[in-house]
């Protein structure tokens, strides 16, 4: 049975249209990544999923559940979805016990929420108040008190961003591992990539409101169905079979398809009979990420070992490493 | 497939609720102002031929008046306060809107005694210069301009302080900075920044005087509103009085247009920028002098006098010879002040609270409506707001009588529900302000998460929302508490037979000259209306957020 099931969900604000038929299952543990540059609906999505906003048209399933659509619209606190946010939202006039203990209505209350502070692993703290725990702690418990009352499903919006950048992978880490071991299906939202990535067993590009590509993350990163998919999910160069050299689009394409290659599916020699021109260097630390200008016109960019260091003007012959292929992308986009 | 709209969280019911606040707020004004729409010849023919035309007049007269003061009076203030450094400029920062808590009754009936025809001063004054030399008539439109004017200027001055902190500092250094000098710099970029602000101050001040009709009486001062109170009063002609108050509400939307047009198109925002207010000027010299003086003087003669000499009459009165027979009515009257308030008190705040979260479970767009319309009541002045109120109980009444449930002289007699009616009206405005802005600085996210985690909205607002706005519901408990002890014309247009609140009792007392025996009732309203101005102080002093 499919966790959440959306068909053909749409909701506009005044003129603007947020989100725009989108349909999709989650699976019964399955973690969903919802990716996408700011304003691309994703929030306004999970809001409607939770119940805080009604969507104008579409269906909304829980649990095998109608929820939304068909007549009917459940109130949130009457589709058992847990809810964590970016600021955490924890209530301050309450203590971490309060806290996690806030939606539990029935049984044992106190056994509850110290099986959730010992679950995110802050036994002890439940006598203290928001204000007295750390940014990362704060995150835990809103994820504690999200998972006490047994949600059939999570939502989380931007969960990470308020972190900073350290201790944001090992929270990710944590939280992630944490879903898994409650087996608890998740939808989280992220305008980060690398994010997606890493956390979800599928990942959702959002553009405009509309799902460009749901997938696995090794398929929309590697073999994206558009060309913003491409660009959105790492960074792409596009070249066009048949105008550029075939040792880069490969020489199977119709000519004039749209490749996409990534810097790292890309090497080169330097030679004086080379085809393409060194541009510029960009140091990344574990790497130097050269631009290339190829004589036919196209331009894309070559990652390299750092202890090599190639000077910007030399002439090289670039091509695929082996086992990369160009990935065609479909005209359309 | 269309969507349905029908959402059984109930979140209907808050929407629905806002409405009917709304309409209970709005309809009475409504009454009155579609009451032009069937005129009585009789009454304007009459009225017309008497006194109509003076009242016009006189009121024209005195709104203008006591506006160009407050703003001469709370706008230089405002400046000298926030411009410059002289001896006191601290103090006198707060203790200038001391003045809010001096209701107009009370300052009035002390300027007649001290300063009137039979006052000590003129006594003193007929005795060095004899019996015929000119003093300036005080019980007259002018003494009551200045009697007005002295009360109501904080409004101007709060106003206008607020936007020179929050909005003209910045400004003014920028064009320091680009070579204004400091004269220039007040001329050509803070008037023009603050000037909506006093616009907005004047026409407070305009509101506030017209809604008075006792104060005037006693400078023999006959405006529009003592003309309602009047008929209504003495001839208990409903049409008669609607159809006078009209008239005041014509010059209440007169003074919004002249709002409107004083701001000109002007609309200015709190512009952001981390400025830390004007860098003030230190005074030396005369000039000094001048400034400590005029602060002084004006802190002394609208409130600190004044309260010294109600202090005065108030003990001489108790520990005199003549026994203290009014001691005894004491706790009459203010018995039922206390139950006037505190009806009003529970009844706002929780209403306010009703319609504030309203804005968070139900349509956004209709309770904003409903906000904006219940912010109509305090624009309305107090004679409009019980005619109207009047009016609606009184349509009331009859549809109860002729589906056979009347109650006999249910309105016509007056009764506590048609005052409690009329005190919600005028003051659930500041209570609901007070109210949304803690609602609103609820985050939604909270909001959020208390929904999912399974509390319905009624929860929700008592688990999250009545902890987290408790500060801002004390604020709006005090402000309509305040402004409802001290209210009077409405009671004494609406009051039930022998109702008789400390600010009636005062009255009564102070137009029989009586004002030795007035002052001890007149200090105990002064006291308890210095909360909301401590309050106001706090949040003056207080850094921009």
Known sequence: ?333 | MTSTSWRPSSTWGWSASAIVAATLVVVPVGMLATSVLSPSRDVWAQQWSTRLPGELVTTAVLLVGVAVGSIVLGAGLAWLVSAYRFPGSGTFGWMLILPFAMPSYILGFLTLSTLGRTGPVQDAWRSAFGQDAWFPAVESLGGAIVAFTLVLYPYVYLLTRAALRDQAAGAYQAARTLGAGPSEAARRVVLPLVRPAIAAGGAVVMMETLTDFATVQYFGVDTVSVGVFRIWRGTYDRDAASEIATLVLAFALMAIGMERVARGRAKFGQSGGAASGLDRRVLTGWRAVLATSTCAGIVLGAFVGPVIQLSVWAIREQTGNRGTPLLDQYPGYLWHSVQLVVVTVVICTLVAFVVANARRFGGRRTTQLASRAIAVGYAVPGPVVGIGVLLATVAVDRALGRIGLGLPGFVATGSLLVLVYAYTVRFLAPGLSAVESGVGQVPEEMTASARTLGAPPIETARRVHVPLARASLFTAAVLVGVDALKELPIVLLLRPFGFDTLPVWVYNLASESRYEQAALPALSIIVVALLPVYLLSRRLEGSPR
């Not at chain 1, 048209?57 to 649990?63: K, P």
């Not at chain 1, 459940?74 to 006039?93: I, N």
């Not at chain 1, 044992?108 to 692993?121: C, T, W």
């Not at chain 1, 070249?239 to 075939?246: H, N, R």
């Open chain 1, 1 to 333: 049975m499919s966790a959440l099931v959306l068909d053909g969900v749409s909701k506009r604000f005044d003129d603007v249209v947020a989100v725009d038929d989108v349909s999709l299952q989650l699976g019964e543990h399955e973690l969903l990544a919802l990716v996408g540059p700011s304003g691309c609906g994703k929030s306004t999505l999970l809001r409607m999923i939770a119940g805080l906003q009604p969507p104008e048209s579409g269906t909304i399933e829980l649990g095998g559940q109608t929820v939304d659509g068909h007549g009917v619209a459940v109130a949130p606190e009457r589709r058992g979805v847990g809810l964590v946010f970016q600021e955490h939202a924890l209530f301050p006039h309450l203590t971490v016990d309060d806290n996690v203990g806030f939606g539990v209505r029935d049984g044992d209350r106190g056994g509850r929420v110290a099986e959730m502070l010992e679950l995110v692993g802050l036994r002890g703290y439940g006598r203290r108040y928001p204000h007295e725990l750390s940014g990362g702690e704060r995150q835990r418990v809103a994820l504690a008190r999200a998972l006490a009352p047994r949600p059939t499903l999570l939502l989380l919006d931007e969960p990470f961003a308020s972190l900073d950048p350290n201790l944001r992978a090992r929270v990710r880490d944590d939280v992630a591992s944490i879903l898994r071991t409650t087996r608890t299906p998740a939808v989280f939202v992220t305008h980060d990539q690398n994010e997606s990535l890493a956390i979800g067993d599928r990942v959702a590009v959002m553009q405009a409101g509309r799902i460009a590509q749901i997938d696995t993350p090794e398929r929309v990163f590697h073999a994206p169905t558009s060309r913003f998919v491409a660009a959105f999910m790492g960074e792409a160069s596009f070249l066009i079979a048949g105008t550029e050299p075939p040792a880069l689009t490969g020489d199977d394409l119709p000519a004039g398809t749209t490749v996409m290659v990534r810097p790292d599916d890309v090497t080169f020699e330097p030679t004086d009979a080379g085809d393409a021109l060194i541009r510029s260097a960009e140091f990344r630390g574990s790497a130097w990420c050269y631009t290339l200008q190829l004589d036919s016109g196209g331009e894309l960019r070559s990652t390299r070992s750092h202890l090599e260091r190639i000077a910007v003007g030399t002439r090289v012959a670039p091509r695929l490493r082996p086992g990369h292929r160009p990935v065609p992308i479909p005209i359309s986009s």
